[in-house]
């Protein structure tokens, strides 16, 4: 974990924290009263928060193994969050025990939990840093110590570019990582969307404005560009509950719930 303060110091109680509210939606327990409380509005404005947390991390989990079969033996896994289980190296280890993984996000809870679950176990490894810098992002000693950006890299950007609002260029901080990674490297991709739920009350993006982060859900126009220099795999960016499934498809009611686009690509 790098050196910024204890985390004690640096954990903000006063305002929901994005990580925070993630982990309530998954049932975890790593959460304050002001993080339930944000979270319960979105739940209110978005009743479908909750399924499409899930649905968001069991794709990362079917993504991760299938790049990590495909051959990859590194991934920067950015926005990491608080670690739920299984965790991205848990998941790849079950197809390969030597992949690599450095963790990397802007939340010291993030940070404070990953040192005692997540970076305890040799070849793995936590940066706290902020994507809006790739540049401090790629040149951070950890993520140097266990990526070798000369073989390819799987990125993982799943669930945290909705936190980058347009003026702050995700396309551009999207390059810069691309530029970083050789041919044959894979972009792990999910984001929010508002395609499948064109009538909910009230914002949500307001409830994250006064959280650490603002949200900017996209449509799947705003979000297919991210992909640019990578061949997407089949099937595409599509709702994450398409993409791959390894288990029966929910009906079409329990899909309309699902707020995320998901896709893997292929860096050419
Ligand atoms: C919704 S969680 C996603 C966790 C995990 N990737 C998943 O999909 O299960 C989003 C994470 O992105 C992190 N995050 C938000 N803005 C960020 C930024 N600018 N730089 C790095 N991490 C950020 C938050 O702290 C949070 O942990």
């Known amino acids: ?105 802007n939340d ?3 940070g404070a939990h990953a040192a005692a679950r997540l970076t305890s176990e040799g070849s793995t490894g936590f940066a706290l840093a902020d994507v809006r810098s790739p540049e401090t992002v790629l040149g951070d000693p950890v993520v140097r110590e266990l990526i070798d950006f000369g073989q390819p890299v799987a990125l993982l950007l799943v669930a945290v570019l909705h936190f980058i609002q347009d003026e702050e260029d995700p396309a551009g901080i999207v390059a ?32 994250y404005q006064r959280s650490t982060a603002s949200l900017t859900v996209r449509p799947h126009d705003g979000i297919a560009p991210f992909f640019d220099g990578y061949e997407l795999l089949d099937p595409g960016l599509v709702q994450v509950p398409l993409w791959r499934p390894d288990a029966p498809l929910p009906d079409v009611d329990e899909l309309r719930r699902v707020a995320f686009y998901g896709g893997v690509g292929v860096k050419e």
């Open 108 to 110: 010291p809870i993030v």
């Open 176 to 207: 810069t990582l691309t530029e970083a990674l050789p041919k044959g490297s894979c972009l792990v991709l999910t984001h929010g969307t508002q395609d499948f739920h064109q009538h909910v009350e009230g914002d949500a993006n307001e409830v």
């Open 1 to 105: 974990m790098s050196e910024q303060g204890t985390p004690a110091e640096v954990i903000d109680t006063s305002r929901p924290h994005p990580a925070r509210m993630y982990d309530y939606f998954l049932g975890g327990r790593d959460n304050y009263e002001v993080d339930r409380a944000a979270a319960e509005r979105v739940i209110e404005i978005i009743p479908d928060a909750l399924p499409s947390a899930r649905a968001n991390r069991d794709f990362l989990r079917r993504a991760v193994r299938t790049v990590v079969v495909g051959g990859i033996r590194q991934i920067l896994d950015i926005g990491t969050g608080i670690p739920t289980s299984p965790n991205t190296h848990e998941i790849a280890r079950e197809s390969a025990p030597d992949v690599r993984v450095a963790y990397v996000d």
